[in-house]
Nanobody
Framework: QVQLVESGGGLVQPGGSLRLSCAAS????????MGWYRQAPGKQRELVAF???????HYTDSVKGRFTISRDNAKNTVYLQMNSLKPEDTAVYSC??????????????WGQGTQVTVSS
């Protein structure tokens, strides 16, 4: 059983920066994928970024050049550095890890979410 806990959300002015963290605890054999999604009220859930076991990173177009995803495997932690924040980035951000002994037997785990508000 794996639990994920996010931190780093908060209120920031447009153009500011935040760094989100998500740390996993529990029985972790291998983390295949790690990433972040977000959802604003009345909006569809959006995959923001993810990083694979090989280190390949992917971003949704709206955050390219502004957000950076990274991982620390020794700490079972994924980060999302968010720069040049815009009001439209306001949302609840949640992390996800795919964990298992093999990919075919792996399970996706989700954090509880952390609020990011970009407003002047």
């Amino acid at each position: 059983q794996v639990q994920l806990v996010e931190s780093g959300g908060g209120l920031v002015q447009p153009g500011g920066s935040l760094r989100l963290s998500c740390a996993a605890s529990g029985r972790i054999f291998r983390i295949y994928d790690m990433g972040w999604y977000r959802q604003a009220p009345g909006k569809q859930r959006e995959l923001v970024a993810f990083i694979t076991i090989s280190g390949s990173v992917h971003y949704t177009d709206s955050v390219k050049g502004r957000f950076t995803i990274s991982r620390d495997n020794a700490k079972n932690t994924v980060y999302l550095q968010m720069n040049s924040l815009k009001p439209e980035d306001t949302a609840v951000y949640s992390c996800f890890f795919r964990v298992g002994r093999s990919y075919v037997s792996s399970t996706n785990y989700w954090g509880q979410g952390t609020q990011v508000t970009v407003s002047s």
